[in-house]
């Protein structure tokens, strides 16, 4: 008889680390296949569209990189409360919050200098989604309070504060929809490039990035966090103020997805409406699981995402692949990374009995 | 005496050898194990004792050798492949779930099916006869929390025994122990011996060894360096094969008078995680240059006002004065502002951050110091200097500073938190259990490191359930007894005879 046993390995030496996540994306779209197939699709056009819709013209390409930045900024704000054991799943809300207030402060600033205006903005939109995420850190670090629960709920909170702002005092005149009026010009995101959207949230991603990963290595509070992360009684222990701590991981976390919201509005659609956001606080947690909770793998799997979505849109144009196979491979990604990151910490080795 | 040799042995590992990355820690190694024998495994920290057993208990798989079992060959690949062959192993961490009863521990993974239903009666009928057989008494529905840890380490046995193991393999178990649960555990052995199970004992105890093994094999760096019959040894020969040098505590002390009080506690009561008042009404005074050694079995308050003093337990009341000046209650800060190094006896749960890197653990409370950083940003050269000096300087054995701490042997794991504790130049050390599963020739170092901190002026606080310990370095001896100071003696009026009955809760 034959069996299976799984046993722990060696650690893996470092252009392992390299190597994994672009073989996990390989076996991604190889089992792609299977859905693309049954929905119907002819692989080889299928897969030439999904490229070619996201990288192969100046405009796709520049477009993958429009939605590749409020990913970056959700799954960088993920993976920073992750890996102090902050279990943030209400990104979603956090980057509303973000939106809501820019949008309240973008109506009625009027006549500021965009100079002066576009830093204001970015900071309350990090302000209000950190504050946003400050409030299930001091339930759990106060009360006890469990944060997935709590940061999950206050997803829907936000959502119906929303709503309710939307109908009402935020209502743009005269309008029967739920949506805010225009956010005044000088609010609005610089475009960098012509004939095209890529605009000042794009290098902003890439900035936090760096400055995420610098905090993570060279920074006092980013050895904190780990520390709280790996073992909160030892870091107390330690003499870290693990409370404070905790909270402002909660705060950068969340502010990272405040940030995603700004852009969206001041760069996507001017003007508040119900569905600002296609989930990308949700898509968040994901990619930064995909990305093993490291900046630059937060980087690399917003990009894949967004190629996917990007992509996924030309695809189903051209071959009538339903376009909702997108989301279908973005969650087979997540599912063979994590298999992938289990092998390398096990083997499995086939016995003989 | 039982004629082991003639036998065939029921445990053959031949030249095994594991390699962790870059430590080999099983060299070509052989060994055997006879029926009905208890035989000690004995050697340095990190001589590879526990990994070799953990290669029988099928927990790691050896790079190279082979392993037979009552003359079979057994690839195990898992814990559960040794089990069925009836190796069990006992590990120093106990794995029983505190919230439930001692039954459903035992049963844990085994469940005795009746018509695909959890036969409970009949579990408990195998616990209660076995209990009866080994004499190990327990309540079968006790909560695993409720127990003192002599009980819990019962359990485990128990649980290896239901599960017919005949070669049973005990990793430091008398570590934990005080000195009645030792005699206790001693007589079990004995017994399970007698109805022909076979033992593997480590510990770095060598007397413990001369009372319990038959036969003795020594490790160091890997390799089998010696074996020995009980009879045909020593302690000192022991000592000397194990760390390859004469080491016998010769420590000289120099007598030194006690300057101004360090430490004053005044009134303090202390309730333990039961709500039950654990510390009752405590008076102390520690002074500079002096060593105040605190005998007793451990539960007896010990760990509360060790803790109460790391600033990591709230007291109920009382104050605590650190050099005139107040300890904040429940600030682990304040303590360490004021001077305090501290160890705890629970390494690794409040010790150390096993996930983090030997260095990351050896900075944890002086990375907010100026020294190591610069307007928040962590100074590395700085940094990499002083974990390199302390891993040298304390001898702690690992790859390098980079080194995940979980991969470090347990004593040099509680190096890690004396460096890392003792490089601040304390004013004032507590020390919870500083040497418990330290091997001779730490231990000895580790004593000298205390003995000069106190000549260096610090002032020392030693819990200890260790009675040789607490003689060999203490300046005043006091005992504590059901959250009390039950006597309070200079070491030169002590008598073991008198320290031993305040323990017990005797007076006079
Ligand atoms: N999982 C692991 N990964 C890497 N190195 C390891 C691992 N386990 C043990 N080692 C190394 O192997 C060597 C032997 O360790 P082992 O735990 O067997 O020692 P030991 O004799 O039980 O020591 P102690 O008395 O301190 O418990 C040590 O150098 C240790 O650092
Ligand atoms: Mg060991």
């Known amino acids: 008889m034959i069996g299976f046993k799984i046993v722990k390995r060696k650690p893996l030496p470092g252009w392992a680390r390299l190597v994994i996540p672009v073989a996990a994306i ?86 500021a200098p965009k100079i002066l205006l576009l830093p204001v903005f970015i900071a309350c939109g990090f302000i209000a989604g950190g504050i946003w995420a400050a409030i299930p850190a001091t339930l759990k670090t106060k009360l006890k309070v469990d944060d997935v629960v709590s940061t999950l709920l206050l997803n829907y909170v936000m959502i119906h504060i929303m709503g309710a702002l939307l109908f009402g005092p935020l209502q743009q005149p005269g309008s029967s929809w739920p949506r805010s009026s225009e956010i005044v010009e000088a609010a609005k995101y610089p475009m960098l490039l012509v004939r095209s959207r890529f605009h000042l949230g794009i290098p902003l991603a890439f900035f936090a990035v760096a400055i995420i990963w610098f905090i993570n290595d060279k920074v006092v509070f980013g050895y904190q966090s780990r520390a709280v992360g790996v073992n909160i009684k030892a870091a107390h222990f330690g003499g870290i103020n693990t409370t404070s701590v905790i909270l402002r991981t909660a705060i950068i976390s969340g502010g990272l997805a405040g940030v995603a919201g700004v852009g969206e509005l001041c760069a996507i659609q001017y003007r508040l409406i119900m569905d600002i956001s296609p989930g990308y606080g949700y898509s968040g947690i994901v990619i930064a699981m995909l990305g093993n909770l490291h900046p630059l793998g937060v980087l690399f799997s917003s990009f894949f995402f967004s190629v996917i979505i990007v992509g996924a849109q030309t695809m189903s144009r051209m071959t009538g692949v339903p376009y909702y196979i997108a989301e279908v491979i973005q969650g087979m990604a997540l599912m063979v990374m994590l298999v992938f990151l289990l092998l390398t910490e096990y083997k499995i080795m086939v016995i003989r009995k | 005496m039982v004629t082991v040799t ?32 208890i035989c000690a495994l004995l050697g340095e920290n990190g001589a590879g004792k526990t990994t070799l057993m953990n290669i029988l208990f099928g927990y790691y798989t050896c790079d190279k050798g082979e392993i037979f079992i009552k ?141 319990i093994a038959d036969r003795i094999v020594v490790l160091r760096r890997g390799e089998v360096v010696a074996e020995r019959r009980t009879g045909d040894t020593n302690l000192r020969e022991l000592a000397n094969l194990m760390v390859g040098r004469d080491v016998l505590e010769r420590i000289s002390r120099k007598k030194i008078p006690p300057g101004e009080p360090v430490l004053e506690i005044h009134n303090l009561a202390v309730s333990n995680d039961k709500g039950l008042e654990a510390v009752k009404d405590i008076k102390l005074v520690v002074r500079k240059n002096e060593i105040l050694g605190i005998a007793g079995v451990s539960g007896n308050g010990q760990r509360e006002l060790a803790e109460t003093l790391f600033g990591i337990r709230e007291p109920q009341k009382g104050t605590i004065k650190i050099n005139g000046i107040t300890l904040h209650s429940g600030s682990p800060v304040s303590a360490i502002k004021l001077g305090m190094a501290r160890i705890p006896e629970d390494r690794i749960e409040t010790g150390l951050m096993m996930d983090l890197s030997v260095e990351e653990n050896l900075i944890l409370e002086t990375h907010v110091s100026p020294d190591f950083h610069k307007r928040g940003l962590l100074n590395f050269n700085k940094i990499h200097q002083f974990s390199n000096e302390l891993i040298e300087g304390y001898g702690i054995m690992t790859s390098g500073r980079d080194a995940v701490t979980r991969s470090l042997s347990g004593g040099n794991l509680q190096k890690v938190i004396l460096a890392r504790e003792l490089s ?85």
Not at chain 2, 93 to 117: A, C, D, W, Y
Request: some cysteine; overall charge neutral; proline content about 3%.
């Open chain 1, 26 to 111: 390989i076996v991604t779209l190889v089992l792609s296949a299977i859905p693309i197939l049954i929905a119907g699709g002819n692989l080889w056009k299928s897969y030439y569209f999904l490229f070619y819709g996201a990288l192969g013209t100046r405009y796709n390409l520049l477009e993958t990189f429009v939605k590749a930045s409020p990913l970056i900024f959700t799954g960088l704000g993920v993976a920073f409360a992750f890996r102090a054991k902050f279990w943030n799943i209400g990104a979603e809300g956090q980057l509303l919050a973000g939106a809501l207030t820019a949008t309240w402060v973008g109506i009625n600033a009027a006549g």
């Open chain 2, 424 to 508: 601040g130049k304390p004013t004032l050390i507590v020390a919870s259990q500083p040497t418990r599963g330290l091997d001779v020739g730490a231990m000895e170092y580790i004593h000298q490191r205390i003995l000069q901190e106190k000549e260096r002026g610090a002032a020392i606080i030693l819990i200890s359930e260790d009675l040789d310990e607490i003689f060999i370095l203490s300046d005043r001896i006091v005992v504590m007894y059901e959250g009390q100071i039950m006597g309070d003696v200079q070491l030169e009026e002590a008598s073991r005879e008198q320290i031993g009955l305040w323990i017990s809760g005797v007076k006079k």
């Open chain 2, 71 to 211: 003359g079979k060959k057994a690839e195990l690949s898992s814990p559960r492949d040794a089990i069925c062959r009836g190796v069990g192993m006992i590990h120093q961490h106990f794995t029983l779930v505190p919230s439930q009863s001692v039954l459903e521990n035992i049963i844990i993974g085994t469940e005795m099916r009746k018509s695909g239903f959890l036969d409970l009666k009949a579990a408990k009928d195998k616990l209660l006869h076995l209990q009866e057989r080994f004499g190990l008494h327990i309540d079968p529905e006790a909560r695993i929390w409720t127990l003192a840890i002599g009980e819990q380490q019962r359990v485990e046995i128990l649980k290896a025994l239901y599960r017919d193991v005949e070669i049973l393999i005990m990793d430091e178990p008398t570590a934990v122990l005080a000195p009645s649960e030792i005699s206790d555990l001693f007589r079990t052995l004995k017994s399970l011996v007698q109805e022909g199970k076979s033992i593997v004992f480590i510990t770095h105890k060598l007397k413990e060894v001369i009372a």
């Open chain 2, 6 to 37: 003639a036998n065939q042995p029921v445990v053959e590992m031949q030249s095994i050898t594991k390699q962790f990355l870059d430590v080999v820690a099983n060299r070509n190694i052989n060994f055997n194990l006879f029926p009905k024998e």
